[in-house]
C-alpha cells in the first residue's frame, strides 16, 4: 500500500464521518484523489464497512457485551474456516477472531440480558460438535474500545494523602 493511500485509510480509521474534502485539506489532496482511495481500499476488501463506537452502558436499556473463549478439536473434513463460517452467521456475535494461545478463538457477543448471552453460548455455540470448551466472561465496565477512551468527563480532584 502506498504511502498516501495509507495517510487516508489513517484518517478515516480516526474518524469515519470525515468527508472527501476533510481529508483532502488534512492531506493536501484533491477530494477526487481521496475518492479514488477511498473507493480502491474499499473495493480490495481493506475498508469492510463503517461503524460508531457505543458506549452501550450509556443507555437506559443498556446491553450486555462477553467476552467467549471457546476451543475447537478438528477431524479431516472439518477446519478452522468451516467452524468460522458456522458460528459467524450469528447476529449475536460481534466480533469473531481464531487466536493462539489457550484457546482456539476469540468471540464477542451482544445481547439485551446476561440470561440471553447465557442461553446463545449453552444452546447455539456448545451444542456444535467441535467445541469442546466455552469460557465467557462478562464485560463489567469498558474504559477503551476502538481507540476511544470512555470517561465520565470528570476528573478526580481529591488531594492524594499519606500519613
Keep these: 500500500m502506498d504511502d498516501?493511500?495509507?495517510r487516508v485509510l489513517d484518517?478515516?480509521?480516526e474518524d469515519a464521518r470525515y468527508t472527501a474534502e476533510d481529508v483532502a485539506r488534512q492531506l493536501d489532496l484533491t477530494p477526487e484523489a481521496v475518492e479514488a482511495h477511498v473507493e480502491a481500499l474499499e473495493n480490495a476488501g481493506v475498508v469492510r464497512g463503517y461503524t460508531a463506537v457505543v458506549d452501550w452502558a450509556a443507555l437506559d436499556d443498556g446491553i450486555v457485551e462477553a467476552k467467549v473463549e471457546l476451543n475447537v478439536e478438528l477431524d479431516r473434513e472439518t477446519g478452522?474456516?468451516?467452524i468460522s463460517r458456522r458460528i459467524a452467521k450469528f447476529p449475536e456475535v460481534t466480533a469473531f477472531q481464531l487466536v493462539s494461545g489457550d484457546y482456539d478463538?476469540?468471540?464477542e457477543v451482544r445481547a439485551d440480558?446476561?440470561?440471553?448471552?447465557s442461553r446463545f453460548v449453552s444452546e447455539e455455540i456448545a451444542p456444535i460438535p467441535e467445541v469442546t470448551q466455552t469460557v465467557t466472561h462478562y464485560v463489567m465496565e469498558t474504559y477503551k474500545a476502538d481507540g476511544i477512551e470512555f470517561d465520565d468527563g470528570e476528573s478526580d480532584d481529591r488531594l492524594s494523602y499519606s500519613p
Design 105 to 107: 478463538f476469540a468471540l
Design 80 to 82: 478452522y474456516e468451516d
Design 113 to 117: 440480558t446476561m440470561n440471553e448471552v
Design 4 to 6: 498516501e493511500r495509507r
Design 11 to 13: 484518517l478515516l480509521c
